[in-house]
């Protein structure tokens, strides 16, 4: 019985398992992040396609406004991933929309462009939700690699 138990507890861990880090300097980590399409590290960004990720968060105070910020780190080289439109958190929000109250349970769509010029790396993905004073509100990091796409 003891085994039964233990077993359906594990395997939804063990197929839904978390794929991020936390981020420095002690910025609050999401309650979930679910990159669909990967449930182990790295996952693979496929050149031409779009990656799309569920981030399920808390505020810990109001907030007026977010932006989300991606920082890439691949060969050393550290530099700001463009988001364009996507980076305007409150217009993806699911079932919510700003401003937010303190303590409220948000879940967030963000859409990555993985364009078809991007070399093949490995790279990490470090995703920051900032409010209107640039605060974070959650962050964490992905490690990835982008590969192309299947013939």
């Known amino acids: 019985m003891f085994r039964a138990v ?13 794929v991020t880090r936390v981020c420095t300097g002690n910025r609050p980590h999401p309650i979930s ?5 990967c449930t182990s590290p790295p996952c693979d960004l496929v050149r031409g396609q779009d990656v799309i ?3 399920d968060f808390t505020t810990d105070r109001s907030v007026t406004s977010m932006t989300t910020v991606a920082t890439a780190t691949a060969l050393g080289v550290v530099t700001g991933y463009p988001l364009g ?7 993806f929000l699911q079932g919510s929309s ?5 303590n409220e349970d948000v879940t967030y769509r963000l859409t990555m462009p993985i364009l078809s010029i991007y070399p093949l790396v490995s790279l990490s993905i470090e995703i920051d939700v900032i409010d ?4 974070s509100v959650t962050c964490f990091v992905v490690d990835a690699q982008v590969v192309a796409p299947s013939k």
Not at 33 to 37: E, I, P, Y
């Open 33 to 37: 992040v679910d990159v669909l399409g």
């Open 98 to 102: 700003c401003p937010l109250s303190a």
């Open 132 to 135: 209107q004073n640039n605060q």
């Open 53 to 55: 990720a569920y981030i």
């Open 6 to 18: 233990l077993l359906v507890a594990l395997v939804p861990a063990l197929v839904f398992g978390n």
């Open 85 to 91: 439109s996507n980076a305007i958190t409150c217009n």
